[in-house]
């Protein structure tokens, strides 16, 4: 049974830092790419990063250039999304999903595990 655990979200001040965890069981993460994703309350979810098989190529949503990275360990079976300078706009759900593809997409549909989601709370 695939499975998908986030972990590490919490409340955080503005221009704080946190580092989610992705850690799959059931299956090897090393043949799928790996996506992160968000939903704030009352809106759309919404890709913010994505990693491909290899770890070679990733993407980034235009919002979170620059301050997020995503990275993955295969060894561990865990892909990590470090998030600096956090802002009150960031606050939301973050999901991961695996996807069975070499290629990354920012589209959920195209994905088809996921987590349950953690709690990123951006406020002083």
């Known amino acids: 049974q695939l499975q998908l655990v986030e972990s590490g979200g919490g409340l955080v001040q503005p221009g704080g830092s946190l580092r989610l965890s992705c850690a799959a069981s059931?299956?090897?993460?090393?043949?799928?790419?790996i996506g992160w994703f968000r939903q704030a309350p009352g809106k759309e979810r919404e890709g913010v990063s994505c990693i491909r098989v290899s770890g070679t190529s990733t993407n980034y949503a235009d919002s979170v250039k620059g301050r997020f990275t995503i990275s993955r360990d295969n060894a561990k079976n865990t892909v990590y999304l470090q998030m600096n300078n956090l802002k009150p706009e960031d606050t939301a759900v973050y999901y991961c999903?695996?996807?069975?593809?070499?290629?990354?997409?920012?589209?959920?549909?195209?994905?088809?595990?996921w987590g349950q989601g953690t709690q990123v709370t951006v406020s002083s």
């Open positions: 999903a695996a996807r069975s593809n070499y290629y990354c997409s920012s589209y959920s549909q195209d994905f088809g595990s």
């Open positions: 059931g299956f090897t993460l090393d043949y799928y790419s």
